[in-house]
């Protein structure tokens, strides 16, 4: 079995929905995807993209996603880049390639000056912990990870500061 990783193309997006939907399954959170093929090509395809993506293929099939985007580093002045969504399908587990769109992933970030990746993963999902600190990556213990929207980020918008 030969892996190839390389960025999506726009001819890429219905399986790029499917890994997406994959992992909300996995993630017990299926019920809240709500994109279409057309934004979600907009957004790594569009005049401005969004985000962006690797796909991992085995003979030329895609079966596993990373999928990025830019943020920054005001301190260091250098961008980084958020992780948002790492996901191989069940079938293809435990034989290098998340470990492959990983290292693919670091390259990019280490060519492009990037002072770190940094992802969530959920309390629950042990393999991925574990996974993930194999690789030496760290907990941040010093901040909280806040969510602001719905309502709150309505009423916010308006004005309202009491939520």
Do not use: K, Y
């Given at each position: 079995m030969t892996t190839n990783i390389r960025p999506a193309?726009?001819?890429?997006?219905p399986a790029i929905l499917r890994l997406i939907r994959g992992l909300a399954e996995y993630e017990r959170l299926l019920h809240e995807v709500t994109t279409t093929e057309t934004e979600l090509r907009e957004a790594l395809f569009g005049a401005v993209?969004?985000?962006?993506?690797?796909?991992?293929?085995?003979?030329?099939?895609?079966?596993?996603?990373?999928?990025?985007y830019y943020t920054f580093n005001s301190f260091k002045c250098r961008p980084n880049i958020f992780l948002e969504d790492l996901f191989v399908d069940p079938a293809h587990?435990?034989?290098?390639?998340?470990?492959?769109?990983?290292?693919?992933?670091?390259?990019?970030?280490?060519?492009?000056?990037?002072?770190?990746?940094?992802?969530?993963?959920?309390?629950?999902?042990?393999?991925?912990?574990?996974?993930y600190h194999r690789l030496?990556?760290?907990?941040?213990?010093?901040?909280?990870?806040?969510?602001?929207?719905?309502?709150?980020?309505?009423?916010?918008a308006e004005g309202n500061s009491d939520g």
């Open positions: 193309r726009p001819t890429d997006t993209p969004r985000v962006h993506a690797f796909l991992a293929e085995v003979d030329q099939h895609p079966i596993g996603l990373a999928l990025f587990r435990a034989t290098g390639i998340g470990l492959a769109l990983m290292q693919h992933l670091a390259r990019l970030a280490v060519t492009e000056d990037c002072a770190r990746i940094e992802w969530r993963v959920l309390n629950w999902n042990q393999p991925s912990i574990d996974f030496g990556a760290q907990p941040i213990q010093l901040w909280h990870t806040l969510l602001l929207s719905g309502e709150a980020l309505a009423s916010l």
